[in-house]
């Protein structure tokens, strides 16, 4: 604005002193400028700025040719200022161009034109942090240099080296001369970050919470501490953290709206305690050296407040006795009010007034807490004020985003069905059963209720977004000193009903939530393998009974031609079909599964059991019954799962009428012509988030195993066995009869347990889990773990504490076309027992003999291990 006045002043000057020049010249007497004048424009000269319309500029002057202006008056000074106001020009100028004829007055408005910008670059940091500046700065060539841009480009590069913790970071901007253009200008941006200054420490002041006889009681009733350390206070600030030994790979650094918001945390902190009138009454923040500053931090506690008396007012479907009991909160407790409004509204467990009502429909609910007094010993009490609403119902069902998947497989996983009454719970199961199919991106789900208040009804719209779900396994690994190529394809939304419809194969019909599987692995004449499973997870369409068929074939010899007399054999073709079905009874969380297979093994000089000649069946009935809480499959971060299974043949030595003392005389072939057996087999898991963020997550799991004999005579099954150790690397031995669990640490195909394998397993495993990125389409995560167990030739011989322990860490990728991916490093802390296989081996590694190592990589989906 004084800008402006000032041109005026000397745009005034100026045309009085070429009128005061020029006066002698004009023709038809003298012109006095004492006396204001009406003029007409007779021309406007346009001088400076040859690069602009000048047209436009007389037009948005004002001073176009025939308009009548006062001189000396406000026209000309209008003028100015317009012209000031389109930000285009450096110096604005308004004089005579000639003297008046007449009443006639020649103009000239001179111009000088802002620099524009042609490049920048900067000296003084590096090549990724011009990238980063490049990215924030509002520089493009063309745009005009004004002061306001300067001074815009110095806070964003400040702000930026401020978050990174140079707050005496200097920068300069130099204009040059560019002379590729007219009237151009370069800016050469000079950055000196200085040092990073770090917080040397942070001291808390008046910390020591001061409290009567009387309150220290109360305190101690729920457990509070009366003090807080400066730790403790400390620990509460989320980004402002003190240097310490602790933060080795954390910088202390400082960032003022990250300070602010600390500072509210600290106050909350006090809250919890009853300490509402808590406040931060000053605080400091001051400079060290070049390389710290300190933070010092002054608090008024206040005296601490008591939850009084709780009134509910307007509550009919409970009583106040039932939400008394849901709120948990006692007169006399000490006053929060984060855990009021969480008991009221949103707590994780679902323990809160709103999740109870709108469980039952109630929709429209709406409570509001209001605070009726304090008394005199600081007991706050407190009205809650409940319109329950009417209870709605569902009326529609809306899905979108769903590109691949028909809305029929959505839709029997959805809880909320039309009609019902609005449950929230159900909501969140729908969720997590839409997780579990896997073919949508769990961070992406969204689910919006729309309320229709005048009918009392509510259509839910649930939004997904479609990811990949078919994998492709194309893996290699060492097994047995051979190196061991997989092919496998799983596709888990296929649709045979449209198998013959042209326009569904694209690349294959899919859709239909159906899952089909191919899977071959060899290494050669030495192994190969070939599966073929399909499963229909509702069969018939009405309810979520699963049906399934598999087949497989598995042929492992020693490499040599059959016609040498050396070479041995075994081969095993397995045909099987399942059924299972979700239970309503504990709860919906639980599933049953029943499964009729049938094995058939020939073998011809089998060095793997103690039946090496001869032809076996293995008849057998398996049902599984197992509850799941899981939230998602891929990173789970709650939930849990336990498996209880059951595998039995038929006991066929109760039909041989063969007495005990006859089994030693028989061959191998009579004794093991049909394989009897029962195996029994427990495992569990949970998924505990340890963060509010819920990424840090402890995944705790154990797993048991029996295998019994029918009748001892005639011994243990030679097949079905279980064999412990190995890093799950590829997992060879799928086929071949034997159940084998890996315990990393201990080396691929050299079990811990003795060679014909054992009876009884006992496997306990601990790890500790964080996301690198959650991102469907490249799921990472990092894990440390501890795991332990052994195998028993006998349940007398069982002992759950005698174990293999290990140790390691590992990572984990998951690709929609590749599944998830692994690589583990492991270390084994337990020489193996005499007598197990590879110990003492001179072809035994030495991890699985004695102290050690492995490492293993490997692709988890198809990974052929057991269920522990």
Known sequence: MIRSLLVLFFAVLTIGANAQIEKDKVIGGDVSFLTPKKYTIAATRIEGVEYLDEDAIRLVSGLTVGKEITIPGQDIAQAIQTLWDQNLFSDVQIGYDRPPIGDDVFLVIKLT???????????????????????????????????????????????????????????????????????????????????????????????????????????KKIKSKLTFSDGGIRRSMKDTKQKGVMRIFKRSKFNRTAYERDKVAIIDKYNSIGLRDARVIRDSVYTIDEKHMGIDIFIEQGNPYYFGNIVWVGNTKYTDGQLDTIVGIKPGDLFNSALLEQRIYASQDGRDITSVYMDRGHLFFNIQPVEVSISEDNKINYEMRISEGKEARIRNIIINGNTKTNDHVILREIRTKPGDLFNRNDIIRTQRELANLGYFDPEQFGVNPLPNPVDGTVDIEYTVVEKSSDQIELSGGFGGGRLIGTLGLSFTNFSTKNFFKKGAWQPLPAGDGQQLSLRGQTFGRGYQSYNLSFTEPWLGGKKPTSFTIFSSYSLLTNSLARDNELYSQTSITSLGVGLGSRLKWPDDYFQIYGEFNYQYYDLQKSQYFIFTDGYSNNISLKGVLSRSSVSEPIYPRSGSKFTLTVKATLPYSYFDKIDDADYASLTDQ?????????????????????????????????????????????????????????????????????????????????????????????????????????????????????????????????????????????????????????????????PLDVGAAGAGSPDADPGANSKGYTFGFFPIIGMNIGDL
């Open 113 to 219: 034109g802002r620099p524009k910008l042609g490049g920048y670059r900067f000296d003084g940091i590096r090549k990724t942090e011009e990238d980063k500046l490049r990215e924030i700065l509002e520089l493009n060539a063309g745009s005009d240099i004004t002061e306001s841009l300067l001074i815009d480009s110095r806070t964003i590069i400040r702000n930026y080296y401020n978050d990174k913790g140079f707050l005496n970071a200097k920068i300069d901007i130099i204009e040059t001369i560019d002379t590729t253009g007219f009237n151009l200008r370069n800016l050469v941006i000079k950055i000196d970050k200085k040092e990073r200054v770090r917080i040397a420490y942070i001291k808390v002041y008046n910390n020591e919470v001061v409290s009567t006889d009387a309150d220290v009681k109360m305190v």
């Open 670 to 830: 009579e004794r093991y012509k049909y394989a009897e057996y029962y195996k029994i087999k427990f495992t569990g898991e949970w998924f505990a988030p340890l963060t509010k963020n819920n990424k840090l997550v402890l995944h705790p799991k154990f797993g048991f195993g029996f295998m019994g004999a029918y009748n001892a005579a005639k011994g243990y099954s030679p097949f079905e066995r279980f064999y412990l150790g190995g890093s799950g690397l590829n997992g060879t031995w799928q086929f071949d009869g034997r159940e084998i669990i890996s315990l990393r640490g201990y080396t691929g195909n050299t079990p811990i347990s003795s060679e014909t394998g054992g009876t009884v397993i006992a496997k306990y495993s601990l790890e500790l889990r964080y996301p690198i990125s959650l991102n469907p389409s490249a799921t990472i995560y990092g894990l440390m773990f501890a795991e332990a167990g052994n195998t028993w030739d006998s349940f007398s011989k069982f002992d759950p504490f005698n174990v293999k322990r290990s140790a390691g860490f590992g990572v984990r990728l998951f690709l929609p076309m590749f599944g998830m991916l692994g690589v583990d490093f492991a270390w084994g802390f337990d």
